[in-house]
T-cell receptor
Framework: AQSVTQPDIHITVSEGASLELRCNYS??????LFWYVQSPGQGLQLLLK??????LVQGIKGFEAEFKRSQSSFNLRKPSVHWSDAAEYFC?????????????FGTGTRLQVTL | SQTIHQWPATLVQPVGSPLSLECTVE??????LYWYRQAAGRGLQLLFY??????ISSEVPQNLSASRPQDRQFILSSKKLLLSDSGFYLC????????????FGPGTRLTVL
């Protein structure tokens, strides 16, 4: 069965510092990969996605993620964090075949930004 | 542009009462629709998905059911709520082609007392 692991439940960084959120997946084949962000009490917003091609993917709000097939990882990075980035971040994987894009989510990483 | 609505935004219900949560999508036709539940510290769990009117697939056995009476309307229901049904319920849609991202609604916070 597929699974997504986000090993860091909670991360605190200072504003202006760099950020890396980890994501590892277990899947039968290379899935589609996504990062979403959720502000408290809100729905999820897509940050970026990987389908194929260049393994370094650029997203919104200055985020990027790198797909590493050998490590089954899709880590999210940002060179300089802003206070408004404080939120919960979810990594998700989806199938390349089937009738619906059923996503499997990790348990999330809560990011706190100190000023 | 596409918009997804959910209501109500919050709901407090007694154990054993019925439930109906509604989700509607605007600006697209024939979408795939999804219901998720988010419990604290447990991420999102896919409950149901639908690829068309009256075509519902259940992902986990539970006390809930889903229906899709119209192309862009997705309803989550229960005849008798349990305490364990409390959580944050999110509706999402995607285009038909596999691999596309899902777009999420604002969610409904359900508290069962």
């Amino acid at each position: 069965a597929q699974s997504v692991t986000q090993p860091d439940i909670h991360i605190t960084v200072s504003e202006g510092a760099s950020l890396e959120l980890r994501c590892n997946y277990s899947y039968g084949a290379t899935p589609y990969l996504f990062w979403y962000v959720q502000s408290p009490g809100q729905g999820l917003q897509l940050l970026l996605k990987y389908f194929s091609g260049d393994t370094l993917v650029q997203g919104i709000k200055g985020f990027e993620a790198e797909f590493k097939r050998s490590q089954s990882s899709f880590n999210l990075r940002k060179p300089s964090v802003h206070w408004s980035d404080a939120a919960e971040y979810f990594c998700a994987v989806g199938p390349r075949t089937g009738t619906a894009s059923k996503l499997t989510f990790g348990t999330g990483t809560r990011l706190q930004v100190t000023l | 542009s596409q918009t997804i609505h959910q209501w109500p935004a919050t709901l407090v219900q007694p154990v054993g009462s019925p439930l109906s949560l509604e989700c509607t999508v605007e600006g697209t036709s024939n979408p795939n629709l999804y219901w998720y539940r988010q419990a604290a510290g447990r991420g999102l769990q896919l409950l149901f998905y639908s690829i068309g009117i009256d075509q519902i697939s259940s992902e986990v056995p539970q006390n809930l059911s889903a229906s899709r009476p119209q192309d862009r309307q997705f309803i989550l229901s229960s005849k008798k709520l349990l305490l364990s049904d409390s959580g944050f319920y999110l509706c999402a849609w995607s285009v038909k082609e596999i691999g596309n991202e899902q777009f999420f609604g604002p969610g409904t916070r359900l508290t069962v007392l």
